[in-house]
Structure formats: C-alpha cells, structure tokens
C-alpha cells in the first residue's frame, strides 16, 4: 500500500465574513435613508414594481456562487476603497442636487466597490452577474423616460389605429389620442409599453442566465424584449379599442389593469417562444458547420 502523500497546496484564504457583515451594515447605515425613498417607489410606481424581485434574485445568484469563491483566496484590493468613497461623493453630490439616479446608482457602486475592496478583482469578476441586475432595481432618469415612453406611446397609438380599421371600427387618430364612435382613448405613459420592457429585460436576463448557456442567445433574447413589448403592448392598445367600441366602461378600471397582466404573461411567452426559435438556429447553423468534414490536405510533390 503506497504512502499517502501530504497535500502541499497552500490554504485558500477564507472570506472574513465579520468584516464583510460589519461593511454591509455600514453601508445599509449610510444608505439607509435612500433605500427607503426606493422601496417606497417601488410600493407606488406600477413601472418599477418588480424591483421588489431585484435584490432577492440577485442575491440567491450570488448565493449559488459560494462553492465557486471557495477555491478562490480573497485578495483584498485597495482600489476598492477608491470606488467605495466614489459612491460616497456621489451620494453627496447627488444629495445636494437632488438627484435621485446619481443617489441610487451610488448604491450600486459601492457594492461593487466593497467586493473588489474585501474580496479582490476574481471575486468581482465571479460575482459580476448579480452586481449588473442591481441596477435594475433603479428608476431610469426621467429625462431618458420621457424621450423613450413617447415614441413608444406613438407606436402603439398607430398599430392600433391600423389594426381596429382593418377590422371594419371606424376610428381616428389624432398623435395619441384615438377617437371611436362612443369613446375617446388617449394612450397615455401607463399604456406607452415602458413598463413591460422594463420588467421584461430584467425577466430576459434572469431567464437566460438560469434556461441558457450560450452567450449569444442571452444577448439575443436581451434585445428581442424590445420588440416583444412594443408588440404587446399595441395589442393590448388594439384590444382595448376594440372592446371600448362595443362596452365603453370596460376600457378602464380593474378589467384594464386585468389586460395588462394577461398581455404581459402573453409577452413573457413570447420570449419563451424566441428562446426556442434561436435554440433551434443554433443546432441546424452550428451543428451543421461542426458536422462538415476538413477539407483534404494538398499534398506537396
């Protein structure tokens, strides 16, 4: 029976979880007062309500992660202190301005910047997917919100102007406001579609980092929320012209609100049904590249 031969590998030096429970805790003291102004946003702004989910879902994430970090030594980087204080200042700045983005995003910051500073660059790099959905958890800036919902506000007002004509309804539309015979819609920021992209790129992102494994699908379902929410969103425009024309009061109230979930669930689908389209792309494009066989060798005389 042959000797057991000692393991000469170097420990891994381990997480001091105290100090990374005593920095967490500072940081939830320092932020504390930012933090409740957006859970409170969250509770009353339908278009930011699945930032509830953001912070839990990345945290189970980077839960899973821990036997990954195991076999990785924490190399505490200095640079980290630098993006902590950078989160300060901006917090600062963003206190005296009043700026709510610069406020929120100083969160995020650092965050990151308490990673890279106990844990090192590796840690950053295994725990970057969980540190990019926290900004999800955000409110975009309302200037970029309002340049964004009212072209998608247009958008839905024309499908849907063309779509209840085809159907033989007459109807007028006038930029966004579309006139029926016994009502009048105006398709407001709340029907504009912004809320459904916003909740589906978050959605798109999570799914493909626990359905799929390719990079290029992932990237490919990120951008197809773009015009899977357009879509749905002029179909629920459509729908409510439709049924408006026939029982006005329908066209509002807790049967509306109703629609917009049934035609979100309806969008979510959909991303599901890409998925698979680009699933099967891969296998008959890729697949069939990698069935081919090398071309013969020229044999030099």
Same mark, same amino acid.
């Given at each position: 029976?042959?000797?057991?031969?000692?393991?000469?590998?170097?420990?891994?030096?381990?997480?001091?979880?105290?100090?990374?429970?005593?920095?967490?805790?500072?940081?939830?003291?320092?932020?504390?007062?930012?933090?409740?102004?957006?859970?409170?946003?969250?509770?009353?702004?339908?278009?930011?309500?699945?930032?509830?989910?953001?912070?839990?879902?990345?945290?189970?994430?980077?839960?899973?992660?821990?036997?990954?970090?195991?076999?990785?030594?924490?190399?505490?980087?200095m640079w980290g202190l630098l993006v902590v204080l950078w989160g300060g200042f901006q917090l600062y700045i963003a206190t005296l301005g009043a700026e709510l983005f610069l406020a929120r995003t100083a969160i995020v910051f650092s965050i990151i910047g308490a990673v890279l500073l106990l844990g090192g660059s590796k840690y950053v790099r295994i725990f970057a997917f969980p540190l990019f959905l926290l900004f999800f958890m955000v409110? +975009?800036?309302?200037?970029?919100? &309002?340049?964004?919902?009212?072209?998608?506000?247009?958008?839905?007002? =024309? #499908? $849907?102007?063309?779509?209840?004509?085809?159907?033989?309804?007459?109807?007028?539309?006038?930029?966004?406001?579309?006139?029926?015979?016994?009502?009048?819609?105006?398709?407001?920021?709340?029907?504009?579609?912004?809320?459904?992209?916003?909740?589906?790129?978050?959605?798109?992102?999570?799914?493909?980092?626990?359905?799929?494994?390719?990079?290029?699908?992932?990237?490919?379902?990120?951008?197809?929320?773009?015009?899977?929410?357009?879509?749905?969103?002029?179909?629920?425009?459509?729908?409510?012209?439709?049924?408006?024309?026939?029982?006005?009061?329908?066209?509002?109230?807790?049967?509306?609100?109703?629609?917009?979930?049934?035609?979100?669930?309806?969008?979510?689908?959909?991303?599901?049904?890409?998925?698979?389209?680009?699933?099967? +792309?891969?296998?008959?494009?890729? &697949?069939?590249?990698?069935?081919?066989?090398?071309?013969?060798?020229? =044999? #030099? $005389?």
């Amino acid at each position: 029976m042959a000797p057991a031969t000692p393991d000469t590998r170097p420990p891994v030096a381990a997480l001091p979880w105290k100090t990374v429970v005593t920095v967490a805790a500072l940081l939830l003291a320092c932020y504390a007062p930012v933090v409740r102004a957006l859970v409170m946003q969250w509770y009353d702004d339908p278009d930011m309500g699945h930032g509830f989910f953001v912070p839990v879902i990345a945290a189970y994430i980077a839960w899973q992660l821990k036997d990954e970090i195991s076999n990785v030594p924490a190399e505490p980087n200095m640079w980290g202190l630098l993006v902590v204080l950078w989160g300060g200042f901006q917090l600062y700045i963003a206190t005296l301005g009043a700026e709510l983005f610069l406020a929120r995003t100083a969160i995020v910051f650092s965050i990151i910047g308490a990673v890279l500073l106990l844990g090192g660059s590796k840690y950053v790099r295994i725990f970057a997917f969980p540190l990019f959905l926290l900004f999800f958890m955000v409110p +975009i800036p309302a200037v970029i919100y &309002n340049q964004i919902t009212f072209p998608l506000q247009l958008i839905a007002s =024309q #499908v $849907a102007e063309n779509a209840i004509s085809l159907i033989g309804i007459p109807i007028i539309r006038e930029g966004n406001v579309l006139e029926l015979a016994e009502q009048k819609l105006n398709v407001v920021e709340a029907c504009s579609g912004i809320r459904s992209l916003l909740t589906l790129t978050f959605l798109s992102l999570v799914y493909g980092y626990f359905a799929e494994k390719r990079i290029w699908i992932r990237v490919a379902l990120f951008f197809s929320t773009i015009p899977i929410a357009i879509t749905a969103n002029a179909g629920r425009v459509t729908m409510t012209g439709i049924i408006a024309d026939f029982k006005p009061e329908l066209a509002e109230g807790l049967f509306h609100e109703a629609q917009g979930w049934v035609i979100f669930m309806i969008a979510f689908a959909l991303l599901a049904v890409v998925h698979q389209v680009l699933v099967r +792309i891969d296998k008959m494009f890729f &697949n069939k590249v990698a069935s081919q066989p090398p071309a013969p060798r020229q =044999q #030099v $005389a």
